[in-house]
């Protein structure tokens, strides 16, 4: 149903985009920004973006990612202008990475969690059936209006937009460097110039990115949003990223931040 450049989202200058991070099993946080793309849903051009790390829910009780994987993949599946991306969450369990984040392994609390729903006869079939999903997924989103949506990011040495598009040829492993650190990457393993270099080869004028949690928003390098929508240190934020407009400079895409309680 998507027609992709092959890992690339590639998005016209038309309607809106609705940009979603981190949701990390929060499963009344998922169902809250869900209802915010109600109002947004029945206009054609409109786009809903989650950029990643819908599972595992980073030591919280009440861990539903199974529920939003199954709600996300339905999605993803069946509406065009739905697109998730893969985040180093996901890609862990493609390249079969134990996560350890707040003192707990994320994989095998997951892996619990499909046994727990699916019983023991099936989880490893389900798993299976999760890894072929995550691999059929994008990894970026590239607007008309220049605007790069990833995960994490950027990658330090890309030479040509080509080489997101077939990001994935190397594999899901961490030898594969440029895909590696797009997953991972955060605002310390990366320099100003390095974002610079990025964006000019993207043919972008900014990012917007997810992974590291901070409250609400971050701007790093006045090039790069940070967003924490749901596990993050404090406000959860989203964007209504206007795909028509002109952005020229960190004021305006700031202005296209909001908030939810
Ligand atoms: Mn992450």
Redesign the pocket.
């Known amino acids: 149903m998507h027609s992709y450049n092959g890992k690339l989202v590639e998005l016209p200058k038309k309607g809106k985009a609705l940009i979603i991070t ?1 949701i990390h099993g929060n499963l009344t946080d998922f169902k809250k920004f869900m209802h915010i793309w109600d109002e947004y849903e029945d206009i054609k051009d409109n786009h809903l973006i989650l950029t990643g ?1 819908f599972i595992h829910a980073m030591g919280l009780d009440n861990d539903k990612s199974v529920e939003i994987l199954e709600y996300v993949k339905f999605l993803w599946e069946n509406i065009s202008n739905i697109h998730v991306l893969l ?3 996901e890609w862990s369990t493609i390249s079969n990475k134990s996560l350890f984040k707040a003192g707990i392994n994320q994989t095998y609390n997951f892996d619990t969690l499909l046994k727990d729903k699916f019983g023991a006869d099936n989880c490893e079939e389900k798993l299976q059936e999760y890894i072929e999903f995550f691999k059929k997924l994008p990894v970026a989103v590239r607007t008309a209006n220049g605007i790069f949506i990833s ?2 990011g950027p990658p330090t040495n890309i030479k040509s937009v080509d080489e997101i598009a077939n990001i994935t040829h190397d594999g899901y492993n961490s030898d594969n460097r440029p895909f590696f650190e797009l997953m991972w990457n955060r605002s310390n393993d990366f320099d100003n110039k390095q974002l610079k270099d990025f964006l000019k080869v993207v043919d972008c004028k900014m990012m917007i990115v ?2 590291t949690p901070v409250d609400g928003i971050k701007l790093v390098h006045k090039k790069q949003l940070v967003v924490s929508s749901s596990y993050g240190k404090g406000k959860k934020a989203y964007v209504v990223l206007d795909l028509e407009k002109n952005i020229r400079r960190s004021k305006d895409l700031l202005n296209m931040v909001k908030y939810i309680k």
Do not use: E, K, S, V
């Open positions: 981190d790390d985040g180093n969450h995960h994490a997810g992974h």
